[in-house]
């Protein structure tokens, strides 16, 4: 059965379980990305192509909570060269303003082309005709090029949910043009602030010559004539209603007391929540709370940092040093400032569930998001979401996409220590009026730009274009 509506990205919306019988399901993981398109999958006839998560294992396609999920095999070597190389460590790093060094491997790009190639035949090959395909993220830039050989006939979008860097880091990736071509595929190419499609229309320019007017690329066709793209920014949010709800359930705050308690009370807890990444400032953030402790400033009976830092991309180089660094860091703060019966910093690299993470963020005074670079950053608005008493203090990189919007949060540069120690300070005295006059305009904007708005504002671009195409 053919799809009006084609999401394709690097994961399928689902997680294996295998129950103790041994028999397989699979459970719809509860990511923004599914809640805010489950609405558009249902009304039509939607399809979902992505890769399921483990390697060498060839699925059919199969129907999960109501949702057609294509699954894209993909080898052990592919994960290896497509995933874990050339998308986790060429573009992510280059991406990201070059924190760590992008490794470029010709293999590795051809690995990349060739499971582009194949997330492209499956869309294509599911999409009805006229339909509409949703292109996400860049392990799959080439893909709207891709689509659109095999099907002029459909509509295509495609939104990149990291940073696209200034032009002349973006000058370094060996295979620039091709990328861009491959971004040009779609009909609406979105991007997370505007400063993000300022860089992809001005690379475009600057590399392939296309006229670039406002928000419009014109991408000439072989018959002369041109083909309009439009390049725009559509700030990603979160769902909020899960999160106020459980911010609202007893056993979820009887928790966040508990939380507390175990932590012996202290009179502020301050909180980070990040994929274990070298893009989130993670060190940064514990080397100004460390020093803030050694200089007395902040004595270490009154605050404790709890540092959630789940697992991520642990095969890749680059996160297996960044692990080593921060526990170093972690262990000698501790030990240098720990009493027997206190701890600087609970630092946790393990995932939790969703309760315990609003659980957590219903115990935190403070929520330090120090990223060095991050296209949004979902965790400062979760964090808002759940603070319905209009208590507690955000302090926000203004590297995040999340800082064009969250104006109220006490803005930092986390390169900066000395800034960002003085930013913590800040943080941990203001005063209960303050924090109120802050938070009720920071849960203003997140509860009226949740991911609703988001999708149906890209949606809405979308169906612009199809009007046009009719
Ligand atoms: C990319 C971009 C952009 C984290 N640990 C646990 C857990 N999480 C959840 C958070 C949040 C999500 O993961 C992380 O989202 P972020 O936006 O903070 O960061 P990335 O993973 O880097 O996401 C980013 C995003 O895409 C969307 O476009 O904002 O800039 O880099 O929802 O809560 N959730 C649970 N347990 C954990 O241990 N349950």
Request: charged residues 25%; hydrophobic residues 45%; negative net charge.
């Amino acid at each position: 059965m053919a799809a009006e509506f084609v999401v394709v990205a690097n994961r399928l919306p689902v997680d294996r379980v295998v129950g103790a019988d041994g028999e397989e399901t699979w459970r719809t993981s509860p990511g923004g990305l599914v809640a805010a398109l489950e609405p558009v999958m249902h009304g039509v006839e939607g399809a979902w192509v992505g890769w399921a998560g483990q390697a060498d294992v060839k699925l059919a396609p199969f129907t999960a909570n109501d949702i057609r999920l294509i699954p894209v095999a993909l080898s052990a070597q592919e994960v290896a060269e497509y995933y874990e190389g050339f998308a986790n460590d060429t573009i992510w790093p280059l991406y990201h303003d070059v924190i760590s060094a992008p490794q470029f491997h010709r293999e590795w790009w051809e690995a990349y082309r060739t499971v582009n190639r194949r997330f492209a035949t499956a869309a294509a090959d599911a999409v009805a005709p006229g339909g509409t395909v949703w292109v996400h993220d860049y392990q799959l830039q080439l893909v709207p090029e891709m689509v659109r050989e095999l099907r002029p006939d459909v509509t295509i979008g495609y939104f990149h949910h990291i940073p696209f860097p200034a032009h002349n880091l973006f000058a370094q990736l060996p295979w620039r043009d091709q990328v861009l071509r491959g971004l040009l595929g779609a009909d609406v190419v979105g991007f997370q602030r505007a400063q993000d499609a300022a860089s992809f229309s001005a690379a475009v320019k600057r590399r392939l010559r296309y006229e670039v007017k406002a928000s419009t690329v014109n991408v000439p066709q072989e018959s002369g004539s041109t083909r309009s793209v439009l390049v725009k920014a559509f700030p990603i949010s979160i769902d909020t209603v899960p999160y106020i709800e459980l911010a609202s359930r007893p056993d979820v705050q009887a928790r966040a007391a508990e939380i507390r308690a175990s932590l012996g009370n202290p009179k502020r807890i301050l909180l980070g929540v990040d994929r274990l990444d070298y893009t989130k400032g993670i060190r940064h953030r514990i080397k100004a709370y460390g020093e803030l402790l050694a200089d007395g400033t902040l004595p270490v009976e009154d605050a404790t940092l709890i540092q959630v830092a789940s697992p991520s991309r642990e095969r890749v180089d680059a996160y297996v040093h960044l692990r080593d660094e921060i526990e170093l860091l972690v262990s000698r703060i501790n030990g240098d400032n720990d009493t027997v019966g206190h701890s600087a910093i609970r630092y946790l690299h393990q995932g939790f569930p969703r309760e315990e993470m609003v659980a957590l963020y219903l115990a935190a005074d403070v929520m330090l998001v120090t990223a060095l670079r991050d296209g949004m950053n979902l965790v400062a608005k979760e964090y808002v979401a759940t603070r319905a008493d209009n208590r507690g203090v955000l302090v926000l990189s203004e590297f995040t996409g999340a800082a064009d919007e969250l104006r109220s949060a006490v803005r930092v540069n986390p390169h900066d220590i000395e800034g960002l120690k003085e930013a913590i300070l800040v943080a941990v005295e203001m005063t209960p009026a303050e924090q109120g006059r802050r938070m009720r305009a920071l849960r203003r904007r997140v509860i009226e730009h949740d991911v609703t708005a988001w999708s149906n504002s890209f949606l809405a671009a979308l169906a612009a274009v199809r009007r046009t195409h009719a």
